[in-house]
């Protein structure tokens, strides 16, 4: 965890800065996402690897994101059903809504499910890839997109 990734969020980029419950400021402070990771007992790295025709082809990297991020959750909730509970991070933030309930100063509607992304965490996806020896570059026709679970156990079925 690195702090100078938060700057990624703040610059906003992809405009979810203030705008949506997963991000920051509302997911909490770096400290406070830190803390929350070490609070677990374990983490689970996940990485999916899509093909694209480079950064311009956004409607297939936005597929690819909700995509990751469902199967992340879908992982997650396979991992409860064995008592193994916690967190969970993808990319991008959470893609559940249309538009985030934030925007319009509602309540998540997906409190349990939301996810906060890998920047939010300030993690440094490329250190962790390196070593968790998953592949890891910036290319124009590979789209690498990393999540985390972290769970402590309850009663294991």
Wanted: net charge neutral; charged share 25%; glycine share 8%.
């Amino acid at each position: 965890v690195d702090a100078k990734f938060r700057t990624f969020c703040e610059e906003n980029l992809c405009g979810k800065y203030g705008a949506n419950y997963s991000c920051p400021p509302d997911c909490g402070t770096v400290n406070e996402l830190h803390q929350k990771i070490l609070a677990e007992d374990k983490v689970l790295i996940v990485q999916t690897i899509w093909n694209i025709e480079g950064y311009e082809d956004k409607a297939t990297i936005q597929k690819s994101k909700e995509t990751h991020n469902a199967m992340v959750l879908r992982l997650k909730a396979k991992m409860e059903k064995h008592g193994l509970v916690g967190f969970c991070s993808g990319y991008n933030g959470c893609l559940l809504c249309n538009a985030c309930k934030r925007t319009i100063n509602e309540p998540c509607s997906h409190p349990e499910l939301r996810i906060s992304c890998m920047s939010a965490y300030c993690i440094d996806v490329a250190e962790l890839a390196k070593r968790c020896g998953f592949p890891f570059a910036w290319t124009p026709n590979k789209l690498h997109l990393f999540g985390m679970i972290g769970f402590h156990e309850t009663d294991i079925k």
